[in-house]
């Protein structure tokens, strides 16, 4: 089941020290537990990023889903 504290530690522990040592940060906006879809917004570095879409593709969206199954999404805020 996806909670939002599960989302959320997952981000901290996993997804914004990456982005943190390029710079970059996540803010988590929320989640639509019945959807299985997660908003975060990209800050810092990462938020003005041409590559930005990647990253939330290849270091944000496949951890979350990798972490927690449920996620069927992970959406820009």
Known sequence: MITTER?????EEEIRPALQSHGGDIEFLG???EEGSVKVRLTGACG????????LRTQVEEVLKGQIPEIRRVVRG
């Open 7 to 11: 989302v959320q530690k997952v981000i």
């Open 31 to 33: 989640a639509d537990l």
């Open 48 to 55: 003005g990023c041409p590559f930005a879409q990647e990253t």
